[in-house]
């Protein structure tokens, strides 16, 4: 579920670089959403498989400090991109870390 959820997640993600119309925008990032709302209760399963009981609250902690700080520097970081290629193909290039995360929880 998880790993479906982060291939989903990226690849209409990136897709959206490939519209034509708003619609097709919108209908590729509602997706993208639900299919990030399903992997994120897989992941934190996983997160409590791997780690010990009493270590939870340090390891809920973690990943939602890690989550926070992408939610600030993903944006920087895509400005940098945007500078150097197009719009479109910065959102193509997207791709990447979600494919990434996919193939670390495999």
Known sequence: MAIG???AT???SALTGA???VVQAGVLRSAA???RGLRVPARNTLLADVVPTQAYRRAYGLERTMDNLDAIVGPLLALGL??????????LI???PELLAAAAIV
């Open 94 to 96: 997207s791709i990447t």
């Open 5 to 7: 959820g982060y291939s």
């Open 19 to 21: 519209t034509t119309s």
């Open 82 to 91: 945007i500078s150097l290629v197009s719009p479109r193909a910065a959102i």
């Open 10 to 12: 990226a690849i209409l």
């Open 33 to 35: 959403w639900v299919a």
